[in-house]
């Protein structure tokens, strides 16, 4: 049996946390909660509640929550999953299973609906080089040595991560997913404009290949 890790980034998230952590638990073996420098009770609460607890000691943004995670972890495969409690934990064995079976590197969940528009134009852009679906969904499994070569760079997830997988030649699959719905207030996600300097180099790195055949 492969041994599963759950990395839950969290920052400010003391209202939901542990409700979060119980879904969690059933489905996998550790739980690491990576701390990213809240100001409530969020690293207090998940210690409490059996999770590992890493706390970054200023605010450093989800890519390095979760890398950290990955470095961290001591499964197989690791689980992301956001703390807020939008994702279902009842989907993590229905992520694992093609890991599992050896037909997939990376399985992420497809969400009914992406909010916010600024990440489907973002997604849009990066399936112009490889197919990588909702790049942008929190809620994905990874084989753990595929996950700690990451690099990684932008300033979100969106289309990156995805993108460097697929350039490993990592197997992507997807299953559906539904958001159940949080309280939780959603800014403008001003470092989506940030994020297409990230992905640009990737769109012409697929021109020039294309140019030198």
Not at 23 to 28: I, L, R, S
Not at 34 to 42: E, G, H, I, P
Not at 183 to 190: D, E
């Amino acid at each position: 049996m492969l041994k599963i890790s759950a990395i839950i980034p969290a920052y400010n998230e003391d209202s939901r946390i542990v409700s979060t952590l119980n879904q969690v638990k059933p489905f996998v073996d550790e739980i690491i909660v990576v701390d990213d420098a809240s100001l409530d009770a969020t690293a207090d609460l998940a210690k409490e509640s059996g999770a590992t607890v890493f706390t970054q000691m200023k605010n450093q943004g989800y890519i390095n929550a979760i890398k950290l995670g990955f470095k961290k972890a001591s499964g197989d495969i690791v689980i992301t999953i956001d703390a807020d409690g939008e994702f279902s934990a009842k989907e993590i064995p229905n992520l694992v299973k093609p890991i599992v079976n050896g037909a997939a590197d990376m399985v992420q969940g497809h969400r009914n609906t992406v909010p916010r528009p600024s990440e489907r134009v973002l997604t849009w852009l990066a399936k112009k080089k490889f197919n990588v679906g909702d790049s942008g969904t929190g809620l994905r499994a990874i084989r753990t040595s595929l996950a700690r070569s990451l690099e990684i760079k932008g300033a979100c997830i969106c289309g990156v991560l995805s993108l460097e997988i697929a350039s490993k030649g990592g197997r992507i699959v997807e299953i559906p997913i539904q958001l159940q719905q949080t309280n939780k207030y959603r800014k403008i996600a001003w470092f989506h404009l940030a994020q297409l300097f990230y992905l640009i180099p990737w769109l012409l790195r697929k021109y020039e290949s294309k140019s030198n055949n």
